[in-house]
């Protein structure tokens, strides 16, 4: 379990005792470092720490997100850090986010989706290469790991084409593994965040899972997009991995072709290492990495501000499903089982996320409740 | 100006002085009714009507805000309230938007707008007669009437298919004439409002313009649904008119072909009867009203939280543009010029929305600045 969770990792989340204030903490080992005795150390506004979300720690920027990770890490190594066992603490939501948006930025996962939903045409639409394509999902049912998933019920398609549609719980209920990140000041409206600027607006990374009602979204989504199919929960995992943490594994990005337009063009390295599995009731089945994402978060954040919107701390940016290019690498059922498989009520889907022996991003787990 | 804001109205908004203090308040006539001294007149917990924004107020529902105007109307009318000339003040945003939905409720919209998209088929897709369609927006860039516009940069569509796209400030820079409610207490996720309940969980309504940028929009959108080509602002009526003083307005909706699903079936009147007109540099270029919208507001918030989503106070959930079937009808420039006129740098509209002489949803008004 503690795996990952040593002082190169020390991730944000919020942690209360059962019925208790949610409190902001550090993990370490199978720890939390409560954080509310840190502001002082770290030269941190009073109250920025007093909970019950990350939110203001977010607001603050870079500089302070390092003073006090330093304090943090300072007062661990000196042994004066106070430890509450995470077995006797319940994980809560560690930010209120702001927007949630949704990339599909996995070039594998677009085209296998292209296929299955437009088998007689190219499955990349023109746009693709072009821009990170991206929605606006829904921020009130953001929900963390390990809080149970309803079936969701709704329209379903009609059984052929000019027939009423159906209704009732979804029988193609799927997952979506994903990396996200959280945002850090954000800009004023009209400002755009360059992608030389986005890495200071990037707090940190957490593991998503977009829970997805497939036969809801395919009657629904034309043409305004997904709506009923995505919106009734998203899981987080619990713990914010700084990217200051992510920085070593900070790789190559695969190349892209065309090149993209000035404003999304980077330097350096912003693909990140991460490797991905899904686990179904305890099988793990399907692994794949998050370096190999077309579109980087820098493009991401970019794109997103490119006309002047304004980013505020707690949004939530997710890359979209991650899949690869073998067999059992990619990030939903629909694409590893072909339709064939969707979740029952009573599975259990953990997504896990992992860099190293140093840092992890642990997990973020989910089980179905009945309609 | 002050026609339609009397004691039958009595709006609720959030107003401050220059550089002071956003305070909650109800309109009367030219001036505002400051809310602070109300909360125990009305009843209400210490701190609901302390500001920056109603939500708190929100949260608690029907019988407090009953109970809330009343004592404002028995203040004014007993000449014992506080009165502010509106002249002296500005208007702020009056809520802290949740989660902002737009919705495709006008028919005829929706039929415009797919002949002009898909001039080759049927121009109202297969759905759009037995759900609200609707998506999630921004709400990070939903700002108060008054605020100046930005003109967004983007992508914009390939010259002629396969070619690369353009960049820069769009050139098609469009209107949409909205109705939007404002959500109250709201409901635990997975427990859907049924369209009995929805008048409960509605505050009020605003007058919306969802400024939107075509040419991005037009590239960007398939397969997920609008983002960047709408997401640089959407602005809203400051005051927000509670229900109860719409309810004189309520009248029966047009008839739906086929009958939706028993979800969305209603009893009563909930058409809204509300003259709306768009006002471009002192012209008014085009007036509808909003009970011709196919869809009403309690369809749409059952359909929105039909898969067990939640609502919070605060949530902002618009019509979708408003268009009605004769010319100069039209709730966006795109529909009303076939395309041959957007807006100018400097440009100016004012939407504006009204019951009768008593009762006025008041204007939303917005300049566009060069990009």
Redesign the interface.
């Known amino acids: 379990m503690s795996d990952g969770f040593g002082l190169d990792n020390l991730p944000y989340g919020v942690v209360a005792t059962p019925g208790g204030a949610p409190r902001p903490a550090v993990r370490f080992g199978d720890d939390a470092v409560p954080l509310s005795g840190f502001e002082a150390d770290a030269g941190l506004p009073s109250g920025t720490l007093a909970g019950p979300v990350l939110n203001p720690l977010l607001a603050l920027g870079r500089p302070a997100w390092a003073a006090l990770r330093a304090a943090v890490r300072g007062r661990i190594e000196a042994g004066t850090a106070e430890l509450v066992p995470l077995a006797g603490l319940e994980q809560r939501l560690p930010i209120a986010v702001?927007?949630y948006v949704?990339f599909?930025s996995s070039i594998e996962h677009a085209t296998n989706l292209g296929r299955m939903?437009r088998p007689d045409a190219e499955p990349l639409?023109?746009?693709w290469r072009?821009?990170p394509?991206?929605?606006?999902?829904?921020?009130?049912?953001v929900?963390v790991s390990g809080t149970p998933i309803?079936r969701?019920?709704?329209?379903l398609p009609?059984p052929e084409?000019?027939q009423?549609?159906g209704?009732g719980p979804t029988t193609r209920l799927d997952i979506e593994l994903e990396l996200g990140f959280v945002t850090g000041p954000g800009n004023a409206?009209?400002t755009?965040i360059s992608t030389r600027r986005a890495a200071d607006h990037v707090f940190g990374f957490v593991l998503v899972n977009d829970w997805s009602?497939r036969d809801?979204q395919r009657?629904?989504?034309?043409?305004?997009?997904?709506?009923?199919?995505k919106?009734?929960?998203t899981s987080i995992s619990p713990w914010i991995v700084p990217l200051e943490a992510l920085e070593p594994f900070r790789v190559p990005a695969r190349a892209q072709d065309?090149d993209p337009?000035?404003?999304l063009r980077t330097e350096g390295d912003w693909a990140l290492d991460i490797a991905l599995e899904v686990e179904l009731n305890g099988e793990v089945v399907s692994r794949t990495n998050a370096k190999d994402l077309y579109w980087t978060f820098p493009q991401q954040l970019a794109?997103?501000t490119?006309?002047?919107?304004?980013?505020?701390p707690g949004?939530l940016y997710a890359s979209g499903t991650i899949s690869g290019d073998g067999a059992a690498t990619q990030g939903s059922l629909i694409e590893l089982y072909e339709g064939r498989r969707f979740l029952e009520d009573g599975d259990t889907v953990v997504l896990r996320g992992r860099c190293d022996d140093r840092v992890t991003l642990g997990e973020v787990a989910g089980t179905i409740l009945p309609a």
Chains 1, 2 share one sequence.
């Open positions: 702001g927007d949704d599909y939903f639409l023109p746009n072009h821009l394509v991206g929605y606006h999902g829904r921020a009130s049912s929900v309803r969701p019920r709704g329209q009609p084409p000019g009423a549609p209704f409206l009209g755009p009602a809801i009657w629904e989504y034309v043409p305004l997009g997904p709506f009923l199919g919106s009734f929960a065309p337009h000035e404003y794109h997103a490119i006309n002047g919107t304004n980013v505020r949004d």
